[in-house]
């Protein structure tokens, strides 16, 4: 499986960092986790065509994690040059429904593109052409998700965004690779909802991932050595994400 972050940071804009949205390559399968603002036009520059996208996992409905889904939607309906022939599922937790009828309320036929499905995850496991997921509940909002992709053998595990979470941890034990959120730089400025240094340093202890790519960096974190502190007090292999990083398992 490949990882490629598009996008490291928040809502706050960041000229080295754009909002979530991470790309998943399976042999078969091309996965998005999240579609924040900017996540099409990266799928472009790094050679990925937007047609191909078979899945977008939503970890919650946050703008900084939706915010591409209608720009993406509508480039998928321009046909000038070359038309989307497979289906397209969008994913996401408790309200998801509502939240799409909504969008299609506001934007009409303009973004439901040919082979189209949407439905809601409650958590649980589905399997899809060559990979599994498995979703469970965090505790960032009342429908926020963390993600377990699994395939050739390897499995992938998304935060979203999470307060200091057993489901996140059950879901991550041995994993190859936690792809886990860090809000703030320190435990005093804990925001809740969100894991602060300490908490990801918990989380790597308990889950025992075997790589640990740290995202949804705020300004304040690029300003604090937040990496270093988490990388100096766990076992496992800890990435910075940064935009356009490509991590392989
Ligand atoms: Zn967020
Ligand atoms: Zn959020």
Known sequence: MKL??????????NSKRGSSGYLLETPKSKILLDCGSGTTWKLEKIGID??????IFFSH???????????????????HI????KPLFLWGG????NFFKALKKAYGNWIVPVGLNFDELKGGSGHFQDFKITATKTRHIESSLAYKIEAEGKSIVYSGDTDYSESLINLSVNTELLIIECALPNDISKMSGHLTPGEVIKTINESKPKKVVVTHLYPECDEENVIETIRSNVDAQVLEAQDLLEVSI
């Open 61 to 79: 409905l946050h703008p900084d994690h939706t915010g591409d889904l209608v720009p993406f939607l509508f480039a998928t309906k321009y046909s």
């Open 4 to 13: 490629t972050i598009l996008g490291s940071g928040t809502c706050i804009p």
């Open 50 to 55: 937007y047609l191909e996208i078979d899945h």
């Open 94 to 97: 408790k309200g998801f429904n």
């Open 82 to 85: 070359k038309k989307r022939e």
